[in-house]
Structure formats: structure tokens, C-alpha cells
């Protein structure tokens, strides 16, 4: 039937699977008792947001105080920005607070919680920071038997500040694709975060959320005791590393790149497309995993996995696909010019940023434009 | 003393260096007796284009008709649309002529020169249009010996529509990083093309522009015999691959991402900033070249090259700075929180994509913004 879209490269949004996505991790939390705060970061898009608070979530997760400025704007009161602290930004945090934002920061050291309390209390805001803590040694964070936990706890109730809880993120998880690996390192990143917490509280500080997350290990819990609440990013679109870690089908990947075929090399089996790293960008996040798909899975203009044909290279402005294994020399017979493509990405995050808007395409075959925001 | 900018990351562009990587490259092709065309692709910026017309710059090159739209509206008239023109954009690209801009337009097959020369006829438009030429098998055209070149100038001759020359890149120059290999592939690329311009002018067919270039072919050419113009993007800003394949000095790098620590892993040797593969792209260009610069090179505020140290490693908005070799455990004394260093890119045209806008660092240390557009 073809999308109703003139121009190409365009990033699509399949809603019915995009919804299907959320609903499925929304009752997934709901079954382990737990709250759930979704990552926005993947998308920076209102529409999508929406849909995720009217499923069940509570609260967004942001990266940078842009997304809790728009998505403030938009509606959304309780934030968190889940990445350090910085002096420089404590100005920008306060505006947000004073607008009625429950905006709520990140701190994994003393010099930032002493600057935290420092400037509240010159400021008259008991801003409500979270304690970052690391459970797999993937980034951030306090390790949490490290006494330099309780000592940024007590920095920030010494100094006047709320101390709303501890965070953790296992980024590890990616590296993960069996069922057995993913429960452990789930379990892993439960059970030291709820540590940090109750060491906090035995240290007689208070610590009443206790937030988790990613996406592999919020869908590979079995559990999740002692947790308040989860985060988790890109399992509203999923992608292609998602499904080598194993956690969804290529039949669940709601977000591709629609593209045209612009020429051929047909001797070496090559369909050149209009989508290169610009449209797809450049993350390769599947190159070191079981399955390299290149910069992405081919499939039909109607979103039909054609399973052999990957984007095998991009430059700029122009996409390589090709079969993998043997050439396909009868390449532009099969995909003349002007035959339209979707490429399923690697990384829904890094791929959406390459766009300044969605095209969701609904099941009646309509396409609305679902705008997205990028900068800092 | 430190940049006059609020907010990181942020991509600056030194504006002194851009000057003198204008000068160089418009200097080089002057001496060569050619016409200079930019590739705007890397910039993307009406400021940076203006720069490069000031110079003596005649038209610019494009890689999307969005980019032609800009420009064109910026007040340059004369442009090439440098990717293989579909039918479904003809429309766009009359519209364009129409309004009075001088597009020219690219094919490389029968298919498109027939769907070309029938679009035109039926509209009443004489296009103008480059036949894009095979000189290193890296990606689309035609090589030079093919009949097909014949066929395809002749189709689009007979159709009615002006053939205004060939157009070649050679895009594989980028793996080459000695001064002989250079030398060879920018030969590689002049004769080849020259000599599909001398078969078609030997066919009885016209061919009046014949257009190369690559940023490192542009620079490595020894003469440029039977070559009307030769186009380049990334020279304007370069960057770690480029210096990697021999063409520019560290210290001609005018893109770099200012960036913040924002907290420390002591014990591993890392200082975490607040660029991460948002900031800096996920291109790891110098990933296969002799040196691996990770996701950057880190400099200090002021732009002095340290020369150890790397972003190893880069998350949506974290970035991971470490020594190369043996971990720095002192680099939180060395780079405390708050304290400001500069990224210099893998890849400037993937860096800048990532950026609504430049931040134009004058030698008196005052900043301007620039904006920079994308999508399609």
C-alpha cells in the first residue's frame, strides 16, 4: 500500500507496537509491586510521553535539564535528572523547583553535595537529591559499601537538603544475551542498591525511594524486594541490540528509518539507499554482538524483516544494502530505484536524535508527526 | 581565562582556525588553476558558508535538497545536489529552479536520466544534470570505460536536458595516511574522471564540467590537468580522522565540544564529563586508523592538547576522559569537578550534526552563535 510520507529518510514509529511495548513493561512492573519512571531520553517527545504516563508511569527520568525544561512545559511535574550534578547547573535546577517542578538531582560525591546544600541554603531550596550508586562498576556512582555513601548522606541532611533516595543504573546489562546472565545481573543491581539503602538507614538517614533500572534488567527481574521504583529507556521502541540481548523480536522494534533506493552496483550486489549515517547515525552497537547487522535490519516498505539484507555501510547521506554471504547481483531487479525501504536501527536513542520528528504510523495506515526536540 | 558559554556541552568552532583551513585549502586550488566548490554537508552553516564565498569559494556542493533549500534562501544560487537524483524528488528540485536557483542535479543510470528527461519534457524544464562517476569503486557511479556512461550521457542529451559534466568521489582516499598513497589515489581520481570526460566528448556529447574531490585528494593533488572544479567539505573544520590520514595538524582542528566533569572513578583512572556520544556522535572514525582517539582527544578549556588523554568511552550524555596506558588515580585532583576541557571529534560533519548550533570562539575570546539546521 506505501506510506503516505513524500520524503525520505524519515523515522517511523509504529504505534501499535510502540504501544504494545509499553504496555508490556508497565504490567510487568505492576506484577513485581514496583512504580515505574521511563527513561525519556530515548525519545524527547511529548506524544510518546504521554502515552507512557497514561499506561501506569510515574514521573520521567530525564539526561539533561533541557528534557525536564520541556517536559515540564509539557505537563510532566516529577523529574529526575538521573546524571551528576554540577555546580554550574545548580541555577538552572532551582528555576525549575521554583516554576513547581519536583525536580529531583543526582550527587555520587561530597564536593557536589557540599555545593548542593551550599547553594540551597543560600538560596532558601531544600533541593531533594538522590544518592547515585554503582553496582557493576559500568560508570557513576558509589560502590555501596563504600563508608563515602553515608558521608554524602550526611553531608546533604547535615546541610539542609532532602535525602530522597538512592539510584543505580546496570549499563552492564547490554553486554549480556542469555536468560541466566540477565536475571543475575538483575538481581545484582537490586539486591546492592537496596543494600546502599538499608546501610543508609542503619546509618540512621533516611533513603524511602529506591530507584533501578535498565532496560534488559528491568525485564529480566524476578523480583524486585526492597525497590520503590524502576527506570528504563529504550524497551518503548526497542531495537536491534535490544534483540541480541534477547529481551525483545524483531516483530517488536516499533521504530525504523524509511528510505529509498537512489542506484545500484550490481555487480557487487549493492542497493545504494538515502539513508546513511545521518538518518541512521553512527552507532554500530551491534557490531560485538552475536549478530553484526551493519547499521541495520532491512525489511519492506510494509515492514517485512527481509532477513538477509542488512545496510552493510553509510556515508553521510547514502546507505549501502546488501546481502549478507553471497552478493545479490540481481540486486536491482529486486530493489529498482525508487523502492522504499525500512531499516530497523541498532540503537532507538541514537537513531531518533538524527530526526527532528516521528512519523507514527498508526494501524489504519496514517501517518501523524510526532515532533522531537534535541540540544542542551 | 575561560569561554564565555553558560551551558556544556557546546560545540565551538575556533574561528581563527577556520580561517586559515579556508585560506589553505581556496590558496591550494588557485595555485592549481581550478574553481573550488565546498561541500556544505560538514557545516551546515549559513556563517560558515558565507566564510567560504568570502574566500572565493564558486557555488557549493549539497548533500540533501533540504540543504539546497537553506542555502539557496541564504542567497547562493548556484548549487550541486551531489546524491543520485530519484524521481520522487524531481519536484522538489524543479521547484527549486524555478525560483530561480542554478541546481544541478546527478544521475548514474539509464533509469534516472529516462525519468529525469521525461520529468523535465512534461514541465517544460531544461534540467541540468552532472553523470556521477566510479573512480575508487567506493560507492555510486559509473566507471569511466562502461558504455553505459556513453548511454546514459546520450539519454539525457537526447531527452532534452543539458549535460553539464561528471562528477566523481573518491571516498575510499579516507583509508589511505601516507603522502605517497594520498598522491596516488588524488591522481587516481582526476584521471579517471578526466577520462570519462573525454569519452564522452569523444562520443560527440558535451561535457563541460568535470568536478572531483575529497578532502584529502583535494590537498594531496599535484596538478589538476583537465579538472574544472574540485569540492571538499570536511578541510573547513577537520578533525582526529584527518589528522590521522596526514592532511592537517592537531592544532588545525577548528571543532571541539566543551565539555564539564562532573565526577570522578578514582581507582580506574576516570573523570566523567557531561559530553557524551550525544555530544561527540557515535563515529569512531579512528577506530581502524593507526591511532585510536577513542571518541576524542582532550584538550584544556583553552584549547592545549593533552596529549594522553582520551574519552575512552561515551554514554548518551557521559563521557568516560582517561589516560591512555596507565590510569591516571590521580585524575580527580588533576580535573576536579566543574573543571571545563575541549574534545576535539573523531568527525566533524557526525560531530556538528549533533548540535543545534556553533559556538564561533574569536581570537579576543568573545563567542557568537551560529546556527546550524538538519533533518531532510
Avoid at 529518510?9 to 504490567?27: E, K, S, T
Avoid at 537529591?129 to 553496582?135: A, N
Avoid at 512519523?359 to 540540544?375: E, I
Wanted: net charge negative.
Amino acid at each position: 500500500m506505501g506510506i503516505p510520507l513524500p520524503n525520505t529518510p524519515a523515522a517511523l514509529i509504529d504505534v501499535g507496537r510502540m504501544r504494545h511495548n509499553i504496555a508490556r513493561m508497565q504490567a510487568h512492573l505492576d506484577a513485581l509491586g514496583v512504580r515505574f519512571r521511563p527513561h525519556v531520553k530515548t525519545t524527547k517527545c511529548q506524544h510518546v510521553v504521554d502515552a507512557q504516563i497514561a499506561a501506569g508511569a510515574q514521573g520521567i527520568t530525564v539526561s539533561t535539564l533541557k528534557e525536564a525544561e520541556q517536559f515540564f512545559a509539557g505537563g510532566v511535574r516529577d523529574i529526575v535528572y538521573a546524571v551528576g550534578m554540577i555546580p554550574a547547573r545548580l541555577g538552572q535546577a532551582l528555576a525549575l523547583r521554583r516554576q513547581g517542578c519536583d525536580l529531583k538531582i543526582v550527587a555520587d560525591s561530597l564536593q557536589t553535595a557540599h555545593a548542593i546544600a551550599e547553594f540551597g541554603r543560600e538560596h532558601g531550596e531544600r533541593f531533594e537529591v538522590w544518592i547515585e550508586v554503582d553496582v557493576d562498576g559500568h560508570r557513576s556512582g558509589i560502590v555501596p559499601d563504600d563508608d563515602l555513601l553515608i558521608d554524602v548522606g550526611r553531608a546533604l541532611v547535615d546541610g539542609g537538603m532532602t535525602l530522597g533516595g538512592v539510584l543505580a543504573h546496570a549499563g552492564s546489562s547490554y553486554d549480556y544475551d542469555t536468560r541466566d546472565a540477565l536475571v543475575a545481573i538483575a538481581e545484582q543491581e537490586r539486591s546492592r542498591t537496596v543494600r546502599a539503602a538499608e546501610r543508609l538507614r542503619a546509618a540512621g538517614l533516611p533513603c524511602p525511594i529506591v530507584s533501578i533500572g535498565s532496560t534488559p534488567t528491568a525485564l529480566s527481574a524476578e523480583h524486585l524486594d526492597g525497590v520503590t521504583e524502576v527506570r528504563a529507556g529504550v524497551y518503548v521502541l526497542f531495537d536491534l541490540v535490544m534483540h541480541n540481548v534477547g529481551v525483545c523480536a524483531l516483530s517488536d522494534i516499533a521504530l525504523s528509518v524509511l528510505t529509498t533506493v537512489i542506484g545500484h552496483q550490481e555487480e557487487k550486489g549493492w542497493a545504494i539507499v538515502d539513508a546513511g549515517w545521518m538518518a541512521m547515525s553512527r552507532d554500530r552497537g551491534t557490531q560485538r554482538q552475536a549478530r553484526d547487522f551493519g547499521y541495520g535490519q532491512v525489511c519492506t516498505e510494509d515492514g517485512e524483516v527481509l532477513g538477509e539484507y542488512v545496510m552493510s555501510a553509510a556515508n553521510q547521506e547514502h546507505g549501502i544494502v546488501s546481502r549478507a554471504g553471497m552478493a545479490d547481483t540481481a540486486i536491482a531487479k529486486r530493489f529498482p530505484i525508487g523502492t522504499r525501504l525500512r531499516i530497523l536501527p541498532n540503537h532507538a536513542c541514537a537513531t531518533g536524535a538524527q530526526h527532528p520528528e516521528y512519523h507514527a504510523l498508526g494501524s489504519d495506515g496514517t501517518v501523524q508527526t510526532w515532533p522531537r526536540f534535541y540540544g542542551w
